[in-house]
Structures are given as structure tokens and as C-alpha cells.
């Protein structure tokens, strides 16, 4: 999740405006989003959002975002196409103002010239960001990686990073994602090579799978496939979303009798098909978990079929993604993963590559973005080594506040800040007490007791009846009929003019359920009395 915010003077940008998928203990949510309190005090302020490309993580909250914020968006032709879609998606379109900058060109404001420089990344048409300010000249680097092989004919333009360097660079900021990883990245080009080995020997179908916004990839596998005379069909509605974008801006060349729909596989020769389709992390409901379940309605997997996953596995996804390959395997495929296969390059600079970047830039001051703290300290570290004062190379977390001017950079404080958790269509209205219920009954279940009572003398009509979710199976009669018992022996005791007090009835029936779950089972679940006056 990126959020920048650069302020001068009466103006503010924001570089890129992303989401974050919930951890693994935010049972219920759909996505995260930064909360952007500060900013909405400060939004006449606001001069617009500069994306330095089309990740979720960089552009996936600007649905939730501007329609409170209301300034235009600034990126290159790929990146405002798909933010054009995911407005639609939510019908904010109309009302954004969505403006293409391409690689080499600016924009300006009164304190700010902000130079849009190409990097390659795994999604094409990333940029570098040259922000010239009145307190020096500010480089972000994007997600980027160095690579000359690149699908697209993109290159990362390290002559330009050269000559901002012996211009003066007073502050660089820099992607740390691979900054543990040394060398240089694996190219495209090697990529190609081992799928082209791949294709050529597979004998069933080939079954591809990959993150959908990797479309240089995509272009790769099209290509290849059709010379090896197989047609493609695709999967998966973020996949074809994609595809769609990128084709209807001229960016993916695919010619119509090498697409097929997906619906015409199971009728073709297997070595004549190829499939690319979503799934690489092991998602449950994504075409490729669909047929390893043998749930694909269109085709099944059958011996003889090659599985490529062509994507790095996600931390905190491993687990699923490995059942997922047990299943295929098991359906008789051949399954194609690193460190088996050389499938998958990353999009991210490794550490010889970051050297590179700051011996070209030699900035006067570092502070590194984009990766877990570990990976910020080793980068401010690298940075030291390569010749930035120590005291000028800052790791920054979220919500802190950091100056530059002609003394240097300091820290100012920090700001609130925080996350916003989206659940369907609740925006920010899911807290941590909610999210504490959630684990609770996750773990330990719920008890509901429901009874009707006379709203008039007090007389018991109804129950009470013990209900209960995630505790016990139902099946279980023993203990649920000495649970009704405890809690129908507690309700009598209550004098009947006193069980008109319904705050009073439920604390009992509460305690007294509380306490024999908790002898018998060892469990606390959540106890809900229900009073129904009758």
C-alpha cells in the first residue's frame, strides 16, 4: 500500500494512491486503504496524484479515494486505462479527471516540475519520478529493475538517472523490494527461452498461470504459442479485464485466429491448446484452483498436461499454493515451479542494480520506500556503503513527517494515520472490536439463547432454546440438552415481576451458560441471550 504526499509551500502531490489485501488475523475484509484524515484537512491544497504505475498497490484505492479528494490523475497511457476501468467498475467515472503523461514529459505546478523518466517493471510503461522542487531536486525510482530484454522495447533510462546525477540529486527515493537479493535480476529474455524449451516438449496442453497484470508476459506466451501452433484461450476475469486494456490501446498484438474462447477448449486437439489463467497464489476460486478440483467446467486436466506457474510465491501464500500443486499433480499433470523450472523473473531491482542506481545518481540524501522495514534498513545501509553520510540516509515509517531544505533532511514528527478496512461496500466501518468478534468466533463459536416471556405478568412462553455455531456438532444432544437445563433452571429462579428487567435475564442466562461451557468444554464463545416479548 503506497502513499506519498510531497508539500511546498501551498502545494501538495501525491505519488501514488494504493491498497493493501488483508492480513490473515482481518477475518471479513476485502481490502485495505490508507486513511487519508490529514489530507481531506488539506485538500484545496491537493494540486493531483502522479501514479508511477498500474499496480493494485500503487492505484487500487483511488476508487475510495477521490471521490473525497476530487483532483486529477496523472500516469502514462496503461496506467490511466486501467484506473479508467476500475472507475467505472465502482461508476465514479464520470465525475475523475484522468489526464496521460507520457515517459519523458512533465508536469508542472508553481513549486513543483515533475518529469516522468521510463523504468521496466512487470507491468509496462512504469515511470521514474524527477520531482525539481525550490529545495533541491528529488528522484523516486518506481518499481524498477534494470533489463534490456524487455517484451515491450522498454528500456530504464539510466543515461537520464546519469544526468540528474551530475546535475545533483539532493534526495533519492528507491524501491527496496529485492534489496536482500544479490546480483542482478534475471531478464526477460531468459524467461523466453526456458518457456520456448517448455513448449516445445510439452505434449498435452500447456496451462500457464501468472499475475494478470503482467501483459509483457503475456505477449510473451501469445507469440510462442502460436509458434508452436497452439491457439490461447484465457481465464479469469481480472486476466481478461487486462488483455482487454492493453489490446484496445494497441499494446498487446494478438491476432484473432490465435484466440479462442475458453468455451472451445475441450473440443481441440490438447497439444494444439494453450490456457493462461489466474490462480498462481493458490486463490480458491480462480480458474486454476477451479481445475485442480476437477471443478472446470469447460475442460478437465488431464496426464500429460504441462502446469507453468510463472509468478514468485507471495509470502503467507505458500501453504495454499502448495496444495494446489499437490492437486494437479494428482489429476496427472506435469508441474512447472521454481526452483524446478526457470519460469518466473522478478519486476524488482536486486542489489547490484540498486548500487548501480546510486552510483549513477550519487544523492546527497536516501531514504528508501517500498518493502518491509528489514529490507528499508539494508537499503539505508547499502546507501551508507556507496557513499551517503549516514545521518542523511533516514528509514521512514508510516505517519512520519521528514524535511528538506538547504541544511538537510530531518525528521518533523508524525502525523495520524492508520488503515481503513473496506468489507464489501462498508468503507471504514469495520474497527478492531469488530475484528476482535470475528476471531472470537472463529475460534471459539457462538451460543444463542432465545426466549419468549409475557411482556405483561413475566410468565415464561417460550424456550429457552439453546442454539449454538462452531462450539459443538449438533449431533452433540448430551451436552446441549444439560446446557438447556443450566440456563431453563436460572431463568426460573428469576422471580417472574423481575424477568420484565431484560438487561437482568440476559446477564444471568449469560453467566450461568458461561460458566458451565466453560467447566465442560474449556471454551468462552459468545453468548447471546434473546428476549422475545410475547
Not at 86 to 109: F, K, N, T, W, Y
Not at 140 to 160: C, M, N, Q, V, W
Request: aromatic letters at 6%; a negative charge.
Amino acid at each position: 500500500m503506497n502513499l506519498l504526499a510531497l508539500e511546498y509551500g501551498e502545494e501538495i502531490f501525491i505519488i501514488d494512491c494504493g491498497l493493501m489485501f488483508p492480513e490473515p488475523y482481518m477475518l471479513g475484509v476485502d481490502l485495505v486503504i490508507p486513511d487519508i484524515s490529514v489530507l481531506l484537512a488539506e485538500k484545496d491544497r491537493i494540486q493531483g496524484i502522479i501514479l508511477t504505475h498500474g499496480h493494485e498497490d500503487h492505484i487500487g484505492a483511488l476508487p475510495f479515494i477521490l471521490p473525497r479528494l476530487k483532483v486529477p490523475v496523472y500516469g502514462t497511457e496503461l496506467t490511466i486505462a486501467m484506473v479508467r476501468r476500475r472507475l467505472e467498475e465502482h461508476q465514479l467515472l464520470a465525475d475523475c479527471d484522468l489526464r496521460v503523461i507520457m515517459p519523458g514529459e512533465s508536469i508542472s505546478g508553481h513549486n513543483f516540475v515533475i518529469e516522468f523518466i521510463p523504468v521496466v517493471h512487470s507491468i509496462p510503461q512504469g515511470v521514474a519520478l524527477a520531482i525539481t522542487t525550490p529545495a533541491g531536486l528529488v528522484l523516486h525510482s518506481g518499481d524498477f529493475k534494470i533489463d534490456y530484454s524487455s517484451p515491450g522495447g522498454e528500456e530504464t533510462d539510466l543515461a537520464r538517472f546519469a544526468q540528474l546525477g551530475r546535475e545533483g540529486v539532493a534526495l533519492l527515493l528507491a524501491d527496496s523490494t529485492n534489496v536482500e537479493r544479490d546480483g542482478f535480476s534475471a531478464s526477460e529474455a531468459e524467461v523466453k527461452k526456458a518457456f520456448r524449451a517448455l513448449f516445445g516438449a510439452a505434449r498435452g496442453r500447456v496451462i500457464v498461470t501468472l499475475f494478470s497484470s503482467n501483459l509483457n508476459r503475456v505477449q510473451e506466451i501469445i507469440s510462442l504459442a502460436a509458434e508452436n501452433g497452439r491457439k490461447v484461450a484465457i481465464l479469469g476475469r481480472s486476466l481478461l479485464s487486462n488483455i482487454d486494456i492493453a489490446r484496445g490501446i494497441g499494446m498487446l498484438k494478438v491476432s484473432e485466429d490465435t484466440l479462442i474462447d475458453i468455451e472451445a477448449v475441450g473440443d481441440l486437439v490438447p497439444e494444439t491448446v494453450l490456457v493462461i489463467t489466474t490462480g498462481s497464489q493458490g486463490e480458491p476460486f480462480s480458474g486454476l484452483s477451479l481445475m485442480a478440483s476437477d471443478n472446470c467446467k469447460w475442460f478437465k486436466i488431464a496426464p500429460g498436461d504441462t502446469v507453468i506457474f510463472s509468478s514468485r510465491f507471495i509470502p503467507g501464500n505458500e501453504k495454499a499454493i502448495s496444495n494446489l500443486i499437490n492437486r494437479l499433480f494428482r489429476q496427472g499433470a506435469l508441474v512447472c515451479y521454481s526452483p524446478l523450472a526457470f519460469t518466473h523473473a522478478s519486476g524488482h531491482a536486486f542489489r547490484d542494480e540498486l548500487i548501480l542506481l546510486q552510483r549513477l545518481v550519487k544523492p546527497r540524501h536516501f531514504i528508501p520506500v517500498h518493502g518491509e522495514y528489514r529490507h528499508l534498513d539494508l537499503h539505508a545501509r547499502l546507501a551508507v556503503a556507496q557513499g551517503v553520510a549516514p545521518d542523511r540516509a533516514l528509514v521512514i515509517t508510516d505517519g512520519e513527517l521528514v524535511e528538506l531544505d538547504e541544511r538537510g533532511l530531518r525528521r518533523l514528527g508524525r502525523i495520524e494515520h492508520g488503515k481503513v478496512l473496506v468489507d464489501g461496500k462498508g468503507v471504514g466501518e469495520i474497527d478492531s472490536a469488530t475484528l476482535h468478534d470475528r476471531r472470537h468466533l472463529s475460534q471459539n463459536g457462538m451460543v444463542l439463547i432465545a426466549v419468549g416471556i409475557n411482556e405483561v405478568n413475566g410468565e415464561v412462553v417460550y424456550g429457552p432454546e439453546v442454539i449454538t455455531r462452531g462450539l459443538i456438532a449438533d449431533e452433540n444432544e448430551i451436552i446441549l440438552d444439560e446446557l438447556s437445563r443450566v440456563v431453563t433452571a436460572a431463568l426460573q429462579q428469576i422471580p417472574p415481576v423481575e424477568r420484565l428487567d431484560w438487561i437482568e435475564v440476559k446477564a444471568v442466562l449469560r453467566r450461568a451458560a458461561k460458566k458451565y461451557i466453560r467447566a465442560t468444554l474449556d471454551k468462552k464463545p459468545i453468548i447471546l441471550p434473546v428476549i422475545i416479548e410475547l
